[in-house]
């Protein structure tokens, strides 16, 4: 029984869902907030590579908007920071269709505030584990 979960688990953990990348603009191409330079390629999720079971808020947007980026995901502001995710991806004018090119780079997160721990709803800190995400450590 604790192979099949461990097994369960890892599997979970490999799979960061590329193809919800270009389902995003700039899904590619988001910056890693704890690591400038860097790309974060999991965006729904609190792993920068990697699925994890707890999505970020963008994430839980996403699920809701059925994997489709629409005006009012775009229009949304799944963190909280005060950017819209549209703002923070690269498409401040919700004009962005699956393959096209963004009108802007991405500049930040759409699930995890900009800057770190500025917003009081979200308890994310880099490196958490599990819940730790979520309810913070
Ligand atoms: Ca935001």
């Given at each position: 029984?604790?192979?099949?979960?461990?097994?369960?688990?890892?599997?979970?953990?490999?799979?960061?869902h590329?193809?919800?990348?270009?389902?995003?603009?700039?899904?590619?191409?988001?910056?890693?907030?704890?690591?400038?330079?860097s790309?974060?390629?999991?965006?729904?999720?609190?792993?920068?590579?990697?699925?994890?079971?707890?999505?970020?808020?963008?994430?839980?947007?996403?699920?809701?908007?059925?994997?489709?980026?629409?005006?009012?995901?775009?229009?949304?502001?799944?963190?909280?920071d005060?950017?819209?995710?549209?703002?923070?991806?690269?498409?401040?004018?919700?004009?962005?269709?699956?393959?096209?090119?963004?009108?802007?780079?991405?500049?930040?997160?759409?699930?995890?505030?900009?800057?770190l721990?500025?917003?009081?709803?979200?308890?994310?800190?880099?490196?958490?584990?599990?819940?730790?995400?979520?309810?913070?450590?």
């Open positions: 029984m604790n192979k099949l979960i461990i097994f369960s688990i890892c599997i979970a953990v490999v799979m960061a590329p193809e919800y990348q270009q389902q995003i603009p700039n899904g590619a191409a988001v910056p890693d907030p704890c690591n400038p330079g790309i974060w390629l999991a965006v729904g999720h609190y792993k920068p590579t990697q699925h994890t079971q707890q999505k970020n808020p963008f994430g839980q947007d996403f699920i809701a908007s059925g994997h489709v980026w629409t005006t009012s995901l775009c229009q949304a502001d799944s963190d909280g005060g950017a819209t995710n549209g703002e923070e991806l690269g498409d401040p004018n919700c004009v962005w269709t699956v393959g096209a090119t963004p009108e802007q780079n991405a500049t930040g997160h759409p699930g995890i505030c900009n800057p721990g500025s917003c009081s709803m979200e308890k994310f800190t880099c490196g958490c584990e599990g819940f730790a995400c979520v309810f913070g450590k």
